[in-house]
């Protein structure tokens, strides 16, 4: 089986660590993004500016990978605190295309860099 690790240039370069992505024959697993802009420091703002750069984030990954939200079948959204799951919502509403892929939100004890808020995917090729 063929492994492709992706890096999208837009994004800070992690790739020390992880890949932004990782594509095998017909599927694209997207690492987890954080609010973070091209140089790795946090965007100015509250949940919603930060769930925002997380879906631009990931955008920049599908878009490197090939792909696109409407091949997304599957999201993970980490929350810091539960009490930002509606501000988090109503931007996640706005901005993914219908119909909405499968989604799990949890509260996470703590996430990279003390964010408040961490997104990942799952696309098809």
Not at 1 to 25: C, D, Q, R, Y
Not at 101 to 113: D, E, V
Request: net charge negative; hydrophobic share 40%; glycine share 6%.
């Amino acid at each position: 089986m063929s492994v492709e690790k992706i890096n999208a240039p837009e994004n800070p370069n992690f790739a020390h660590i992880l890949s932004h992505a990782t594509k095998v024959p017909g599927l694209i697993f997207l690492s987890g993004q954080t609010p973070v802009d091209k140089n790795g420091l946090v965007v100015d703002g509250g949940i919603q500016e930060h769930t925002a750069q997380c879906i631009a984030n990931l955008s920049n990954v599908l878009r490197a990978a090939g792909s696109s939200w409407e091949k997304v079948v599957k999201v993970n959204v980490y929350l810091k605190d539960m009490s930002n799951f509606a501000a988090m919502n109503e931007v996640y509403e706005k901005l993914l295309p219908n119909p909405k892929p499968a989604r799990t939100c949890i509260q996470a004890g703590k996430l990279p860099n003390d964010v408040d808020v961490e997104i990942e995917a799952i696309a098809t090729t």
